[in-house]
């Protein structure tokens, strides 16, 4: 079978669309807010050249300039959203999260990878008075969360080697992996098992975990995810009771696909 990269041949291939989204994806978490020299430096282009796709962008309302410092602005969004519409998976995944976080009396997310990250395109959250905190289209490292093991193990084992000669571990707790022999391992786990169980890396006090969300070819679309305080709920807790309501949930997903 011909691969939708392979299909495409160097006359139908565009350049400058390539390019224009490669300036998009330099922005980042730890770099919402760039200068031109910094995003030339991120993606390699020349000054000249980055200075009129961030203006493109400006001028659509997708990216804002303050002084010398460039950054994305929400309509970006409509783009992921678009595609994930189109898809079909987000007016399927909100009320089975909506109903597994009754359930659970827990918050509940769905997110999706990005580069080297993740990003939450859908949340739930319990009647309990304090919730975990993300936001929809908010980012996190994908290598220290649970949603990020999912979908990184969903990859291709070149597209999953790329990932890990050039990401660079940064400890955001003292309970996050920085050792690429110990996260591929990690991942290798989560492929096995069906699910990743992260433990305070990414904040201290929370545990996470999360599941896969696919299509009914079996491709992964998204992972599904559940966090609870440590103090409140156990890792043993989480894996005999939560997960067998995750994978149900997911399951429904499919189905509904």
């Known amino acids: 079978m011909v691969s939708a990269e392979q299909d495409v041949s160097d006359r139908d291939y565009v350049n400058s669309l390539a390019r224009g989204l490669e300036v998009i994806s330099s922005f980042t978490r730890t770099r919402p807010k760039m200068t031109l020299s910094e995003i030339s430096r991120a993606t390699?282009?020349?000054?000249?050249?980055?200075?009129?796709?961030?203006?493109?962008?400006?001028?659509?309302?997708?990216?804002?300039?303050?002084?010398?410092?460039?950054?994305?602005?929400?309509?970006?969004?409509?783009l992921g959203y678009s595609a994930l519409s189109s898809m079909g998976i987000l007016d399927v995944i909100q009320p089975v999260m909506n109903d597994l976080s009754r359930n659970l009396q827990e918050s509940v997310f769905a997110a999706v990878l990005t580069g080297d990250y993740v990003t939450y395109?859908?949340?739930?959250?319990?009647?309990?008075?304090?919730?975990?905190?993300?936001?929809?289209?908010s980012t996190t490292p994908a290598h220290a969360v649970s949603t990020g093991r999912?979908?990184?193990?969903?990859?291709?084992?070149?597209?999953?080697e790329r990932y890990i000669d050039r990401v660079k571990l940064e400890p955001i707790t003292p309970h996050t992996v920085t050792s690429k022999v110990k996260l591929r391992a990690e991942i290798e786990k989560v492929r096995l098992e069906g699910y990743s169980f992260v433990d305070q890396e990414l904040e201290v006090g929370l545990g996470s975990l999360s599941v896969p969300v696919r299509n009914r070819e079996g491709r992964v679309l998204a992972a599904l995810n559940v966090c609870c305080p440590t103090a409140r709920v156990t890792s043993d807790d989480m894996r005999k009771n939560i997960l067998p309501e995750l994978i149900a949930a997911s399951q429904t997903v499919t189905r509904g696909m």
């Open 121 to 137: 395109i859908a949340r739930a959250t319990s009647e309990r008075l304090v919730n975990v905190s993300i936001t929809i289209g």
């Open 44 to 78: 390699g282009m020349t000054r000249a050249t980055v200075r009129r796709f961030l203006l493109t962008l400006v001028r659509e309302g997708y990216a804002e300039k303050d002084d010398k410092l460039f950054s994305l602005k929400p309509k970006v969004l409509e």
């Open 150 to 160: 999912v979908l990184l193990a969903a990859e291709p084992n070149d597209a999953l």
